[in-house]
């Protein structure tokens, strides 16, 4: 390692994206020498993610089985998982701390500087998905979360529309928008006419499967959906006219967006949607819900419908399955669109905030 080094202390959880997220971004940082702690948070990871995490050098990976702030029953368990994660900051001399759970920031005080990573939260979820006033289990994190982006040194999010409706929801400053990226996998496999994929965590109703369930029974072809259906808490997703093949490897997950000729997300709720840009660097034709994140990254290189017109996302995905030619330019423009959200770039730009913040003569020298 060389001499001035960053150090970088990082929370994750397996639970879905932010896991994606820390791996490709400690992977692409260790290329730069940054030696990166992740503190997990939530579930334990599975064979296959223990598997990417020991592919990076440097990496060490903690697993505090501590809850996550969604999965916390009260703010006492929160703040016993912030002191955790300080001292765990402290032992290893982080010269950052990147909390992709931000809230912890409302319970501790770090040595280091301290970004928040806006990913997702339970108040901007509410406004997408419910609407009206919090119920008492979210208002307290809500309030936790609100406390912690304002005790952070910076704040970024993936998405300029993400961006925008936290600064609204919790009356910060809106946060710096670094684009999400994923790391390109390429995957040989031949391209089938009729097949109809999504992904992601399918018991969330923030991502709206019921549309698409009730859309799948009006067409001619299966709808293949991957991914878990009961959340760490016991949400269970009622889906019946969808296949469903449960939560796959990453590897797995790559071949069905190599082999599919469309891929569809619904979602009402979506920071940014990291399955969506893996099916367009795969060159999967995109169906959308017309949603303000889909509309800022994609508008121009994918089909819209509105989230809940079931009859109208059946009709867009009829039609680029009877329009193979259609469905492949669709496909060309996404997978050129997909060329601007990079793990490089993503890398780049959290390093360079890192710096910033750290600003030791040490990390000076390193950067110069």
């Known amino acids: 390692m060389k001499r001035g080094a960053l150090?970088?202390?990082?929370?994750?959880?397996?639970?879905?994206?932010?896991?994606?997220?820390a791996i490709d971004l400690a992977s692409e940082l260790a290329k730069a020498g940054v030696?990166?702690?992740?503190?997990?948070?939530?579930?334990?990871p599975g064979p296959d993610q223990m598997r990417e995490a020991r592919g990076i050098p440097g990496l060490q990976l903690i697993d505090t089985v501590l809850p996550l702030d969604w999965t916390a029953r009260e703010p006492a368990e929160l703040e016993a998982a912030a002191r955790t994660v300080t001292d765990l900051a402290r032992r290893h001399r982080a010269?950052?701390?990147?909390?992709?759970?931000?809230?912890?920031?409302?319970?501790?005080?770090?040595e280091a500087p301290v970004i928040g990573a806006c990913h997702s939260c339970v108040g901007t979820w509410w406004d997408a998905v419910r609407g009206g006033d919090l119920p008492e289990d979210l208002a307290w994190r809500a309030e936790a979360l609100a406390k912690g982006y304002a005790a952070c040194d910076a704040l970024v999010a993936p998405s300029l529309a993400f961006a925008e409706a936290t600064a609204a929801r919790y009356g910060v400053a809106r946060p710096r928008v670094i684009h999400n990226g994923r790391r390109l996998?390429?995957?040989?496999?031949?391209?089938?006419?009729?097949?109809?994929f999504t992904s992601g965590r399918l018991w969330d109703a923030?991502?709206?499967?019921?549309?698409?369930?009730a859309a799948a029974a009006q067409l001619d072809v299966p709808v293949f959906a991957a991914g878990p259906l009961e959340s760490p808490v016991g949400e269970r997703a009622q889906l019946s006219h969808l296949h469903l093949l449960g939560r796959l490897p990453q590897a797995e997950v790559a071949c069905w967006?190599?082999?599919?000729?469309?891929?569809?997300?619904?979602?009402?709720?979506e920071p940014f949607g990291l399955s969506v840009l893996e099916a367009a660097q795969a060159r999967?034709?995109?169906?959308?819900?017309?949603?303000?994140?889909?509309?800022?990254?994609?508008?121009?290189?994918?089909?819209?419908v509105p989230a809940t017109d079931e009859d109208a996302l059946a009709r867009a995905l009829q039609s680029l399955l009877d329009d193979p030619a259609m469905a492949r330019r669709l496909g060309e423009a996404a997978q050129a669109r997909a060329g601007l959200y990079t793990v490089q770039s993503m890398a780049a730009g959290m390093l360079d905030l890192y710096r910033a913040l750290a600003r030791t003569p040490a990390l000076e020298e390193a950067a110069a």
Not at 257 to 269: E, G, I, K, P, R
Request: aromatic share 10%.
């Open 284 to 304: 999967c034709a995109l169906v959308l819900s017309d949603i303000a994140t889909f509309r800022e990254l994609w508008d121009g290189a994918a089909v819209f």
């Open 185 to 196: 996998s390429i995957d040989e496999q031949p391209r089938s006419d009729r097949v109809i």
């Open 95 to 110: 010269d950052v701390v990147h909390l992709n759970s931000p809230a912890l920031a409302a319970y501790a005080r770090f």
């Open 257 to 269: 967006t190599a082999h599919a000729q469309v891929f569809v997300s619904t979602a009402l709720y």
């Open 7 to 21: 150090r970088l202390l990082m929370t994750t959880d397996a639970v879905g994206g932010v896991w994606t997220y």
């Open 35 to 44: 030696r990166t702690t992740l503190a997990m948070m939530g579930p334990s």
């Open 206 to 213: 923030g991502k709206n499967l019921a549309a698409l369930d």
